[in-house]
């Protein structure tokens, strides 16, 4: 048995001989230099390339750390604002309450709640003229922010 397997062996490694010294020659074999120089042009460009890469996600970034940060303190003042509303609202209601405590017949109460109704209305009117100045304010400097920090991320590109 040890002869048949000898045998086969050697089959196997004559039918493989080709192969083999194929691999041995491939080994030795010397890579050109114009080949070198491509593949380390390569490299420098995709190098290049990450850097830009790396450049243009650190914009993007500060684009839109800048714009959250202006509209967290854009939602802080107008959550400071409504609530200040809230409160002028409650004490103009009990100042109300403590002028029609205070009148002395039907008719002197019915004029103080109409002065109270008009007076609060013309507040209503005030916050609404002033709510829409202030959102068309800060929906221009929204979109002029947001135009800046596009053209600041894509000067590059241009």
Do not use: C
Request: hydrophobic share 45%; net charge neutral; glycine share 4%.
């Amino acid at each position: 048995m040890t002869t048949d397997t000898n045998s086969v062996l050697n089959t196997v490694k004559e039918a493989f001989a080709p192969v083999t010294e194929a691999f041995t020659k491939l080994q030795s074999m010397e890579v050109p230099e114009a080949a070198r120089d491509f593949v380390k042009k390569q490299a420098e460009t995709a190098k290049v390339r990450a850097a830009d890469f790396h450049a243009g996600s650190e914009k993007v970034t500060a684009a839109v750390e800048t714009a959250v940060a202006g509209s967290v303190a854009e939602a802080a003042k107008i959550s400071r604002n409504i609530q200040q509303a809230l409160y002028q609202d409650v004490e103009a209601f009990f100042a109300g309450i403590d002028k029609l405590a205070s009148a002395k017949s039907l008719s002197e109460a019915a004029q103080i709640q109409s002065e109270a109704v008009r007076a609060q209305g013309e507040v209503l009117v005030s916050r609404a003229k002033a709510t829409s100045e202030y959102l068309g304010k800060l929906v221009s400097e929204s979109a002029k922010t947001a135009q800046d920090n596009f053209s600041k991320v894509y000067s590059k590109t241009a």
